[in-house]
């Protein structure tokens, strides 16, 4: 199960990605917004966040104007590895070293698409399990231990 959340900046590419996953044959939770009144980011953030810290879903992605307020709140939660990306390499890389859990989208940034190339490549690669990006993982965990109550 994927979660997925956007602002009233970016409703328009949340729908082309909804629809894109539920082809590939994803199951999706579309948690809003659902039109271009103004809303705040962080709140939907906290949503998918929340979703994916608590196992409800896998994966959660999150679209905004740049993807950058998604991504910075986003990680705010603990357990939670949000990664900004704007481009295939990253989604990539990010998936298998950083074992990231949430995806963060500009749709002012970045074009259909890419974007949709960016979401299969967060979708559908796997962490590669290596022991150096574990560790480092940890290491990220512990930071959260120490400073995320
Ligand atoms: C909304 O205007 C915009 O600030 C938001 O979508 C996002 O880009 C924030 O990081």
Same mark, same amino acid.
């Given at each position: 199960?994927?979660?997925?959340?956007?602002?009233?900046?970016?409703?328009?590419?949340?729908?082309?990605?909804?629809?894109?996953? *539920?082809?590939?044959?994803?199951?999706?939770? #579309?948690? *809003?917004?659902?039109?271009?009144?103004?809303?705040?980011?962080?709140?939907?953030?906290?949503?998918?966040?929340?979703?994916?810290?608590? *196992?409800?879903?896998?994966? @959660?992605?999150?679209?905004? @104007?740049?993807?950058?307020?998604?991504?910075?709140?986003?990680?705010?939660?603990?357990?939670?590895?949000?990664?900004?990306?704007?481009?295939?390499?990253?989604?990539?890389?990010?998936?298998?070293?950083? #074992?990231?859990?949430?995806?963060?989208? @500009?749709?002012?940034?970045? @074009?259909?698409?890419?974007?949709?190339?960016?979401? #299969?490549?967060?979708? #559908?690669?796997?962490?590669? *399990?290596?022991?150096?990006?574990?560790?480092?993982?940890?290491?990220?965990?512990?930071?959260?231990?120490?400073?995320?109550?």
């Amino acid at each position: 199960m994927i979660a997925l959340a956007c602002d009233h900046a970016a409703v328009v590419l949340k729908n082309t990605i909804k629809e894109h996953l *539920g082809k590939r044959g994803f199951e999706v939770i #579309d948690f *809003g917004c659902f039109d271009e009144k103004s809303v705040d980011y962080p709140d939907y953030a906290l949503i998918v966040a929340e979703q994916v810290a608590e *196992g409800k879903c896998e994966k @959660g992605i999150l679209i905004c @104007g740049t993807g950058i307020g998604m991504s910075i709140a986003a990680n705010k939660v603990k357990g939670i590895r949000c990664a900004h990306c704007a481009d295939t390499f990253s989604a990539k890389a990010t998936r298998m070293h950083n #074992d990231a859990n949430v995806l963060a989208l @500009g749709e002012r940034v970045t @074009g259909v698409g890419l974007a949709l190339d960016i979401v #299969d490549c967060f979708v #559908d690669t796997p962490f590669s *399990g290596e022991e150096r990006h574990k560790r480092r993982i940890d290491k990220i965990t512990e930071i959260e231990n120490k400073y995320f109550k």
